[in-house]
């Protein structure tokens, strides 16, 4: 079956470490996203990618880092200057183009720094 | 501007309607979503709107799109306790957007 897979499922930090979060999808998409997301606050792009090896900030990258090697797989590592990341972290992707329609999300995973 | 705003919480007693609102600000939007997520859980799309239409209706869900006003509406007919979640209204640019751009969200809580 295809789809958008994210791991793990729950992550604990300690303070000053860094820790990457994995998304993988297999249903060919060029572009996929990362959105982190609070109580209240609705969800708020950190980094996109539309195409392998490239990649672009969203809103609140400050703390957060990317890579796009691979079509299929977009890690999102949160490093020690993220100075709140305890938070739920959502994976997106999509076709891009005129075939375009609606983003496939992964279940999340909820980072808690202890 | 990019701002998509949502109420935050909506509660309907069960087999009446919801109906959930969005503005949004940014009048290049093409398309436009709404989303749902359950507890603990991804973001699953419900359905989603073209700018150029007025109105969309899939089973129990009917989209209202205003253009004018940059107003879109989720209703829910027969709403039952299954649909407690949390909805979010969702724009796009063009087909090649860099960004889909989430509301706050709505807690629409059910009540028997």
């Known amino acids: 079956d295809g789809g958008i897979t994210q791991s793990p499922k729950y992550l604990f930090r300690k303070e000053g470490q860094n820790v990457t979060l994995s998304c993988e999808q297999n249903?060919?998409?060029?572009?996929m996203y990362w959105y982190r997301q609070d109580p209240g606050q609705g969800l708020r792009l950190i980094y996109y990618?539309?195409?392998?090896?490239?990649?672009q900030k969203g809103d609140i990258a400050e703390g957060y880092s990317v890579s796009r090697e691979k079509k299929e797989s977009f890690p999102l590592t949160v490093t020690s200057a993220q100075k709140n990341p305890t938070a739920f972290y959502l994976c997106?992707?999509?076709?891009?183009?005129?075939?375009?329609?609606?983003?496939?999300f992964g279940q999340g995973t909820r980072l808690t720094v202890v | 501007g990019e701002d998509v705003e949502q109420s935050l919480f909506l509660s309907v007693r069960e087999g009446d309607s919801s109906v959930i609102n969005c503005t949004y600000t940014?009048?290049?939007?093409?398309?436009l979503y709404w989303y749902k997520q359950e507890p603990g859980a991804g973001l699953q799309l419900l359905t989603y709107?073209?700018?150029?239409?007025d109105m969309k209706q899939d089973q129990r869900l009917t989209v209202l799109l205003n253009k004018k006003d940059k107003h879109l509406s989720l209703r829910i007919a027969d709403t039952q306790t299954g649909d407690s979640a949390i909805y979010f209204c969702?724009?796009?640019?063009?087909?090649?957007?860099?960004?889909?751009?989430f509301g706050t969200g709505t807690r629409l809580q059910v009540f028997p």
């Open positions: 969702a724009e796009t640019k063009s087909y090649n957007t860099d960004k889909l751009i």
């Open positions: 990618s539309q195409i392998v090896n490239d990649f």
């Open positions: 249903l060919n998409h060029d572009a």
């Open positions: 940014d009048s290049s939007s093409t398309y």
């Open positions: 997106a992707s999509t076709l891009t183009g005129p075939l375009r329609t609606e983003a496939f």
């Open positions: 709107i073209f700018s150029n239409m």
